[in-house]
């Protein structure tokens, strides 16, 4: 449970996103997903974050995927 905070700092994740992940240490299990839809004349971007962890008592598991179009 220690390493949670500077295992996320490591990441380079949004706050948003890092702040979520790191309530793992106060419940079993966790799933995040945002959003970020921009559009723009002759450019369109989106980009997503989905993360996941689960804490099952002695050891806790920690997981992301971003995803930028």
């Known amino acids: 449970m220690e ?3 500077g295992i996320l700092a490591s990441w380079n994740l ?3 996103v890092s702040t979520f992940l790191s309530n793992i ?15 723009q004349k002759g450019n369109t971007q989106l ?5 996941t962890g689960r ?4 050891k806790i598991f920690l997981g992301y995927m971003k995803v930028h179009v």
């Open 25 to 39: 240490k106060f419940s079993e299990e966790i799933t995040y997903q945002t959003y970020k839809f921009v559009l």
């Open 47 to 51: 980009e997503e974050y989905i993360a």
């Open 3 to 5: 390493g949670v905070d």
């Open 14 to 16: 949004p706050p948003q």
């Open 55 to 58: 804490n099952d008592g002695s």
